[in-house]
């Protein structure tokens, strides 16, 4: 099974900061990539699919980027609502593998 | 409105079995494939299981594959997992999702602890 890897497992950063995640597949997967927010207590929030496609209604600081195996997830211009953990998951195929997550937190 | 309802959790012993049931609402759930995705207390997300729209095509996580069984009942637009043999590390929260590759959609989820 291809397996989904995130980095950095966890970041710190100031509002207004440029903030990057990636995510690699362990194989190509095309475009058939999906990102999520989850902030606590809450359910998983779609923002992006097919690697950069933004989900209706979600703010335009959020992109997606990549194809293949490497993928990145850009928030422009950090917020404070932002706080939460960022999944990937991949889809062309099943088992449909989320990423282990990256933690977004304001320095 | 998308709405997705599951109910069946709670605490069962080691080797003892649980059926979850997901009712839907709000769109046309015969047309639209459906999976199950869980989340251990403090853990990232996993997807466990999908099925596809008339039932025919199953998939499944390598850990649950033998042991859950994943169907759907279109006429009464409900999704269903059936889990034997759980294990201490099943317990999570089980949501299910609306399927289109990625998940909109997802219920509130319903607690599964497996626990002596």
């Known amino acids: 099974d291809i397996q989904m890897t995130q980095s950095p497992s966890s970041l710190a950063a100031s509002v207004g900061d440029r903030v990057t995640m990636t995510c690699r597949a362990s194989q190509g997967i095309g475009s058939h990539l999906a990102w999520y927010q989850q902030k606590p207590g809450k359910l998983p929030k779609v923002l992006i699919y097919?690697?950069?496609t933004l989900q209706s209604g979600v703010p335009s600081r959020f992109s997606g980027s990549g194809s293949g195996t490497d993928f990145t997830l850009t928030i422009s211009s950090l917020q404070p609502e932002d706080v939460a953990t960022y999944y990937c998951q991949k889809y062309n195929s099943a088992p449909r593998t989320f990423g282990q997550g990256t933690k977004v937190e304001i320095k | 409105e998308v709405q997705l309802v599951e109910s069946g959790g709670g605490l069962v012993q080691p080797g003892g079995s649980l059926r979850l049931s997901c009712a839907a609402s709000g769109f046309n759930f015969g047309t639209y494939w459906m999976s199950w995705v869980r989340q251990a207390p403090g853990k990232g997300l996993e997807w466990v299981a999908n099925i596809e729209e008339d039932g025919s095509e199953k998939y499944y996580v390598d850990s649950v594959k033998g042991r859950f069984t994943i169907s759907r009942d279109n006429a009464k637009n409900s999704v269903y997992l059936q889990m034997n043999s759980l294990r201490v590390e099943d317990t999570a929260v089980y949501y299910c999702?609306?399927?289109?590759?990625?998940?909109?959609?997802w219920g509130q989820g319903t607690l599964v602890t497996v626990s002596s």
């Open positions: 999702a609306r399927d289109t590759g990625w998940s909109e959609y």
């Open positions: 097919s690697a950069s």
